[in-house]
Protein backbone atom coordinates (compact mmCIF):
# COMPACT_ATOMS: atom_id res chain seq x y z
CA UNK A 1 0.00 0.00 0.00
CA UNK A 2 2.80 2.45 1.13
CA UNK A 3 4.35 1.38 -2.88
CA UNK A 4 1.36 2.62 -4.21
CA UNK A 5 0.66 5.78 -2.09
CA UNK A 6 4.49 6.94 -3.03
CA UNK A 7 3.26 6.73 -6.75
CA UNK A 8 0.34 8.43 -6.52
CA UNK A 9 1.70 11.57 -4.12
CA UNK A 10 4.88 11.64 -6.57
CA UNK A 11 2.75 11.73 -9.98
CA UNK A 12 2.63 14.78 -12.17
CA UNK A 13 0.53 15.36 -14.69
CA UNK A 14 1.95 15.97 -18.47
CA UNK A 15 1.04 17.19 -21.65
CA UNK A 16 -0.52 14.85 -24.32
CA UNK A 17 0.57 14.72 -28.13
CA UNK A 18 -2.19 14.30 -30.43
CA UNK A 19 -1.56 10.83 -31.14
CA UNK A 20 -1.84 10.45 -27.33
CA UNK A 21 -5.81 11.31 -27.39
CA UNK A 22 -6.75 9.31 -29.53
CA UNK A 23 -6.03 6.25 -27.30
CA UNK A 24 -8.55 6.01 -25.35
CA UNK A 25 -12.68 5.81 -25.59
CA UNK A 26 -13.94 9.05 -25.68
CA UNK A 27 -18.00 10.04 -25.46
CA UNK A 28 -17.16 11.92 -29.23
CA UNK A 29 -16.17 8.44 -30.33
CA UNK A 30 -19.04 6.51 -28.68
CA UNK A 31 -22.02 8.74 -29.51
CA UNK A 32 -21.28 7.21 -32.86
CA UNK A 33 -23.06 3.91 -31.29
CA UNK A 34 -25.42 5.52 -29.13
CA UNK A 35 -28.61 6.91 -30.24
CA UNK A 36 -29.54 10.31 -28.73
CA UNK A 37 -26.00 10.84 -27.58
CA UNK A 38 -25.06 14.19 -27.89
CA UNK A 39 -21.85 15.08 -26.16
CA UNK A 40 -21.38 17.91 -23.80
CA UNK A 41 -17.26 18.62 -23.83
CA UNK A 42 -17.51 20.78 -20.60
CA UNK A 43 -18.06 16.93 -18.79
CA UNK A 44 -15.28 15.58 -20.17
CA UNK A 45 -12.10 14.84 -18.60
CA UNK A 46 -8.73 13.98 -20.02
CA UNK A 47 -4.92 13.87 -18.31
CA UNK A 48 -1.63 12.24 -18.38
CA UNK A 49 0.18 11.49 -15.10
CA UNK A 50 3.67 10.57 -15.05
CA UNK A 51 4.74 8.68 -12.54
CA UNK A 52 8.15 8.38 -10.46
CA UNK A 53 9.47 5.43 -12.68
CA UNK A 54 8.84 7.05 -15.59
CA UNK A 55 5.01 4.73 -16.67
CA UNK A 56 2.24 6.69 -17.06
CA UNK A 57 -1.82 6.80 -17.49
CA UNK A 58 -3.73 8.43 -19.93
CA UNK A 59 -7.23 8.74 -18.63
CA UNK A 60 -10.46 9.75 -19.90
CA UNK A 61 -13.96 10.24 -18.04
CA UNK A 62 -17.09 12.08 -19.15
CA UNK A 63 -20.52 11.95 -17.14
CA UNK A 64 -23.14 13.56 -18.75
CA UNK A 65 -24.50 16.40 -17.29
CA UNK A 66 -27.75 16.15 -14.64
CA UNK A 67 -31.12 15.99 -16.73
CA UNK A 68 -30.30 14.03 -19.38
CA UNK A 69 -29.74 10.56 -20.16
CA UNK A 70 -27.26 9.06 -17.57
CA UNK A 71 -24.44 8.40 -19.31
CA UNK A 72 -20.86 7.33 -17.66
CA UNK A 73 -17.94 6.62 -19.49
CA UNK A 74 -13.90 5.93 -18.25
CA UNK A 75 -11.48 4.96 -20.51
CA UNK A 76 -7.41 4.63 -19.74
CA UNK A 77 -3.86 3.45 -21.26
CA UNK A 78 -1.53 2.84 -18.72
CA UNK A 79 1.79 2.49 -20.22
CA UNK A 80 4.04 0.23 -17.92
CA UNK A 81 8.43 -0.10 -18.39
CA UNK A 82 7.92 -3.70 -18.92
CA UNK A 83 5.49 -6.26 -19.86
CA UNK A 84 5.58 -7.69 -16.49
CA UNK A 85 4.90 -4.78 -15.03
CA UNK A 86 1.83 -4.55 -17.43
CA UNK A 87 0.79 -7.64 -16.53
CA UNK A 88 0.38 -6.64 -12.46
CA UNK A 89 -1.44 -3.88 -13.45
CA UNK A 90 -3.47 -5.80 -15.53
CA UNK A 91 -4.33 -8.11 -12.34
CA UNK A 92 -4.79 -5.66 -10.45
CA UNK A 93 -7.45 -3.24 -12.61
CA UNK A 94 -9.33 -7.13 -12.73
CA UNK A 95 -9.65 -7.42 -9.23
CA UNK A 96 -10.40 -3.61 -8.42
CA UNK A 97 -13.06 -3.49 -11.28
CA UNK A 98 -15.28 -6.76 -9.60
CA UNK A 99 -14.10 -5.50 -6.45
CA UNK A 100 -15.47 -1.51 -6.89
CA UNK A 101 -19.53 -3.62 -7.56
CA UNK A 102 -18.98 -5.64 -4.16
CA UNK A 103 -18.12 -2.37 -2.09
CA UNK A 104 -20.85 0.10 -4.05
CA UNK A 105 -23.36 -1.64 -1.64
CA UNK A 106 -25.06 -4.42 -4.16
CA UNK A 107 -26.45 -1.37 -6.73
CA UNK A 108 -24.85 -3.36 -9.70
CA UNK A 109 -22.62 -6.49 -10.58
CA UNK A 110 -20.38 -7.75 -13.15
CA UNK A 111 -20.73 -10.68 -15.36
CA UNK A 112 -18.12 -12.44 -17.16
CA UNK A 113 -18.63 -12.55 -21.03
CA UNK A 114 -14.80 -12.82 -21.54
CA UNK A 115 -15.37 -14.59 -24.80
CA UNK A 116 -17.57 -11.75 -26.08
CA UNK A 117 -14.26 -9.56 -27.08
CA UNK A 118 -10.50 -10.62 -27.01
CA UNK A 119 -7.62 -8.12 -27.82
CA UNK A 120 -3.98 -8.44 -26.61
CA UNK A 121 -1.71 -11.00 -24.48
CA UNK A 122 -4.98 -11.04 -21.84
CA UNK A 123 -8.27 -9.49 -21.75
CA UNK A 124 -11.40 -10.00 -19.58
CA UNK A 125 -15.12 -8.60 -20.60
CA UNK A 126 -18.02 -7.97 -18.47
CA UNK A 127 -21.46 -6.77 -18.33
CA UNK A 128 -22.42 -4.39 -15.97
CA UNK A 129 -25.32 -5.69 -14.52
CA UNK A 130 -28.07 -3.63 -12.09
CA UNK A 131 -31.12 -5.16 -10.98
CA UNK A 132 -30.72 -7.84 -13.35
CA UNK A 133 -30.58 -5.95 -16.85
CA UNK A 134 -27.34 -4.70 -18.76
CA UNK A 135 -26.57 -1.43 -18.19
CA UNK A 136 -23.03 -1.49 -19.41
CA UNK A 137 -19.69 -2.86 -20.02
CA UNK A 138 -16.37 -3.23 -18.70
CA UNK A 139 -13.18 -4.25 -20.47
CA UNK A 140 -9.63 -4.74 -19.34
CA UNK A 141 -6.75 -5.58 -21.92
CA UNK A 142 -3.49 -6.07 -21.42
CA UNK A 143 -0.88 -5.73 -24.51
CA UNK A 144 2.92 -5.67 -24.36
CA UNK A 145 3.70 -3.07 -21.83
CA UNK A 146 0.16 -1.44 -22.08
CA UNK A 147 -3.23 -1.95 -20.03
CA UNK A 148 -6.44 -0.65 -21.67
CA UNK A 149 -9.49 0.11 -19.94
CA UNK A 150 -12.84 0.96 -20.52
CA UNK A 151 -16.10 1.02 -18.33
CA UNK A 152 -19.31 2.64 -20.05
CA UNK A 153 -22.28 2.63 -17.77
CA UNK A 154 -26.09 3.79 -19.74
CA UNK A 155 -25.23 2.33 -22.71
CA UNK A 156 -24.83 -1.76 -23.77
CA UNK A 157 -22.92 -2.76 -26.40
CA UNK A 158 -24.07 -6.81 -25.79
CA UNK A 159 -22.48 -8.16 -28.38
CA UNK A 160 -18.92 -9.09 -29.92
CA UNK A 161 -19.85 -6.93 -32.76
CA UNK A 162 -21.02 -4.25 -31.09
CA UNK A 163 -18.63 -4.43 -28.74
CA UNK A 164 -16.00 -4.73 -31.66
CA UNK A 165 -17.02 -1.58 -33.15
CA UNK A 166 -16.46 0.59 -30.23
CA UNK A 167 -13.09 -0.87 -29.26
CA UNK A 168 -11.10 -1.82 -32.61
CA UNK A 169 -10.62 1.41 -33.95
CA UNK A 170 -8.87 2.75 -30.97
CA UNK A 171 -6.80 -0.48 -29.98
CA UNK A 172 -5.76 -0.50 -33.30
CA UNK A 173 -4.50 2.77 -32.72
CA UNK A 174 -3.09 1.65 -29.44
CA UNK A 175 -1.63 -1.18 -31.28
CA UNK A 176 0.72 1.03 -33.62
CA UNK A 177 1.51 3.13 -30.73
CA UNK A 178 5.33 3.34 -29.28
CA UNK A 179 5.54 4.59 -26.19
Excluded at 23 to 33: G, I, Q, W, Y
Excluded at 34 to 57: M, T
Aim: hydrophobic content about 40%; overall charge negative; charged content about 25%.
Amino acid sequence: MAVVLFYVLTAREVLLTEEERGLVVDVAHLARFVHGCKPNPAHERLSKQRYVDRSYDIEYEYEAPEGESPLFLTSSLSVENTPKDARETYLMCCGLAKASFVVAGGEGSLEARHEMFRWGDQSRCWLLMVEGRPAGNVFIAQRGRCVFYVMVSGAVFPDRQSLSCLLSPVLQRVERYRP
